[in-house]
């Protein structure tokens, strides 16, 4: 055997199992850093599936809401259901972007929460309206804006 092989089995026999562990204990390292940023990222996301199921759910309940008359108990009751919805979906937003900066959504929640509960909302002075009224597109326009700038920030934060 040569010098050079000579030594080199020296080396890989004091070292190799050292080497050996070291390059396990990286593997694992790397492993865990890309499981664990696969499952930020799906967790994220379904959060973000749900804001906009909430979101949806919204205009549909605004439509009826804002299309039957103040007396009609189903007024009533969708009043409270469009009240505990719309609180959930701004908690749920808010939390996105506590965690993630990306998902900046403050002027659209305002927006959001000005066309849906604002003027006429809970007065027994509403009239109902048309289901092609201004109010109700306004509704569905900030709702399509609050999804698009949430998944633009799921984008921006997860590439």
Not at 123 to 137: E, F, K, Q
Request: glycine share 6%; charged share 25%.
């Amino acid at each position: 055997m040569s010098a050079p092989q000579s030594d080199f089995a020296a080396f890989a026999g004091a070292w190799g199992a050292y080497i050996a562990w070291g390059l396990t204990l990286v593997g694992w390292f790397v492993s865990h850093r890309l499981t664990t940023a696969r499952e930020l990222r799906k967790e994220r996301k379904s959060e973000l599936d749900a804001c906009a199921k909430i979101a949806a759910d919204l205009v549909g309940k605004a439509r009826q809401y804002y299309t039957l008359s103040p007396t009609d108990n189903k007024s009533t009751e969708l009043e409270a259901q469009i009240k505990f919805d719309l609180y959930r979906l701004m908690k749920r937003v808010e939390r996105l972007e506590a965690a993630h900066p990306q998902f900046d959504t403050e002027g659209v929640r305002q927006a959001l929460m000005d066309s849906l509960v604002g003027d006429t909302f809970e007065s027994a002075s509403r009239v109902p309206i048309a289901h092609n009224d201004m109010l109700l597109v306004s509704i569905e326009n900030d709702v399509h804006m609050l999804i698009d700038q949430l998944e633009d920030g799921y984008i921006r934060a997860f590439g």
